[in-house]
């Protein structure tokens, strides 16, 4: 997988464009070749936005692995 593949930023862009395909999907108004394209996009996006969450998942394994104590829930201070 290319560097490019681990941008984050990436990642939102792929779920904008899979939106944009579902919208256009549902609405019926492509011809047959023009949505069998855009569903063929669609798959494709899918899959790579699998495989960048996986590696992502993986990452957090092994940072969560190094820790040397558990970590503990996030409490938020108040104001009080």
């Given at each position: 997988?290319?560097?490019?593949?681990a941008d984050?930023?990436?990642f939102e862009q792929s779920?904008?464009?899979?939106?944009?395909?579902?919208?256009?999907?549902?609405q019926g108004e492509l011809s047959l070749e023009q949505a069998l394209s855009q569903f063929e996009r669609g798959i494709s996006l899918v899959k790579h936005s699998q495989q960048q969450l996986h590696a992502?998942?993986?990452?957090?394994?092994?940072?969560?692995?190094?820790?040397?104590?558990?970590?503990?829930?996030?409490?938020p201070q108040t104001g009080d």
């Open positions: 997988m290319s560097k490019k593949s984050p930023g990436q779920i904008q464009e899979l939106e944009h395909i579902v919208q256009q999907l549902e992502a998942e993986q990452k957090v394994q092994i940072l969560l692995q190094q820790q040397p104590e558990p970590l503990q829930p996030f409490e």
